[in-house]
């Protein structure tokens, strides 16, 4: 695990209109761990991840990546720092195989009209095989008869195989069966010990507790706490997302 941190968010804040959503934010991910990042509703959690995946930029403060001053003004400059980030929703075609999904709007031609099928099967084999993903009966089915923790898998292991260096996972448990949630938790756990840098969002103490290396607690739009998950337990993780001191009122945006 490296002490360096890959990304590092220095004093990040995001207002939409008179509400302030984040208020002066310090957040790190280091390779090799899992940063659980917890709150309850309205905490911050996903304005803060889609600051770092662009699709919010930040209004104040400061990202490094990889120790250099970086800006993040849309998903494609995220995209080209290696941070990818798998949602709820998982953006997945049902309609289309698990190779098709893996390299949609990436599709690798042996000819300027012609899809090179087998040298992406090869591709998507080899990298379900990394992960230990071994519940797909084939690469070739459609995605809409997979099992919700099959379509994680697969939204997951198409983040790494595009050379990911920071995978954010938005709730990849939620609505999953014991059986499921379990094969995803190992999952996370492999890509942080493969060398990624992985941001876990969840609600889920368990299971946040099963596979994070450290939890960062928002409230209220700022940060209360940051544990090391084998130094704490869920009864002070549970008071900081209810109780954590704020450093000022939230709410509210202070205009300048």
Same mark, same amino acid.
């Given at each position: 695990?490296?002490?360096q941190?890959?990304l590092?968010?220095? *004093?990040?804040?995001?207002?939409?209109? %008179? /509400?302030?959503? @984040? $208020?002066?934010?310090?957040?790190? #991910?280091r390779?090799?761990?899992?940063m659980?990042?917890?709150?309850?509703?309205?905490?911050?959690?996903?304005?803060?991840?889609?600051?770092?995946?662009?699709?919010?930029?930040f209004?104040?403060?400061e990202?490094?990546f990889?120790?250099?001053?970086?800006?993040?003004?849309?998903?494609?400059?995220?995209?080209?720092?290696?941070?990818?980030?798998v949602?709820?929703?998982?953006a997945?075609?049902d309609n289309?195989d698990?190779?098709?999904?893996?390299?949609?709007?990436?599709?690798?031609?042996?000819?300027p009209?012609l899809?090179?099928?087998?040298s992406?099967?090869?591709?998507?084999?080899?990298?379900?095989?990394s992960?230990?993903?071994? *519940?797909?009966?084939s690469?070739?089915? %459609? /995605?809409?008869? @997979? $099992?919700?923790?099959?379509?994680q #898998?697969?939204?997951?292991?198409?983040?790494?195989?595009?050379n990911?260096?920071?995978?954010?996972?938005d709730?990849?448990t939620?609505?999953?069966?014991?059986?499921?949630?379990?094969?995803?938790?190992?999952?996370?756990?492999?890509?942080?010990?493969?060398?990624?840098?992985v941001?876990?969002?969840?609600?889920?103490?368990?299971n946040?507790?099963?596979?994070?290396?450290?939890?960062?607690?928002?409230?209220?739009?700022q940060?209360?706490?940051?544990?090391?998950?084998?130094?704490t337990?869920?009864?002070?993780?549970?008071?900081?997302?209810?109780?954590?001191?704020l450093?000022?009122?939230a709410?509210?945006?202070?205009e300048?």
């Amino acid at each position: 695990m490296s002490t360096q941190p890959i990304l590092e968010l220095k *004093s990040v804040s995001k207002n939409f209109g %008179a /509400v302030r959503a @984040l $208020s002066n934010v310090d957040f790190q #991910a280091r390779v090799g761990e899992v940063m659980a990042l917890v709150g309850d509703n309205g905490a911050g959690k996903t304005t803060l991840i889609k600051g770092i995946a662009g699709i919010y930029p930040f209004d104040h403060g400061e990202i490094f990546f990889d120790g250099k001053k970086v800006s993040i003004h849309n998903p494609r400059d995220s995209v080209a720092l290696g941070i990818d980030v798998v949602y709820q929703d998982l953006a997945l075609v049902d309609n289309l195989d698990v190779v098709a999904n893996m390299f949609l709007g990436r599709e690798t031609t042996s000819s300027p009209w012609l899809l090179d099928e087998t040298s992406m099967e090869k591709a998507c084999l080899k990298i379900l095989e990394s992960l230990s993903v071994t *519940s797909l009966h084939s690469v070739r089915q %459609a /995605v809409v008869g @997979l $099992s919700g923790g099959q379509r994680q #898998a697969i939204s997951v292991a198409k983040a790494v195989m595009w050379n990911s260096r920071l995978v954010i996972l938005d709730e990849p448990t939620a609505a999953l069966g014991m059986a499921q949630t379990r094969h995803v938790l190992d999952l996370v756990r492999r890509l942080a010990d493969q060398g990624l840098a992985v941001i876990l969002v969840s609600h889920n103490l368990h299971n946040i507790f099963e596979v994070a290396d450290r939890i960062t607690v928002l409230r209220l739009g700022q940060k209360v706490a940051e544990f090391v998950a084998a130094h704490t337990t869920q009864q002070e993780v549970v008071h900081a997302i209810t109780a954590g001191t704020l450093s000022h009122l939230a709410g509210m945006a202070v205009e300048k």
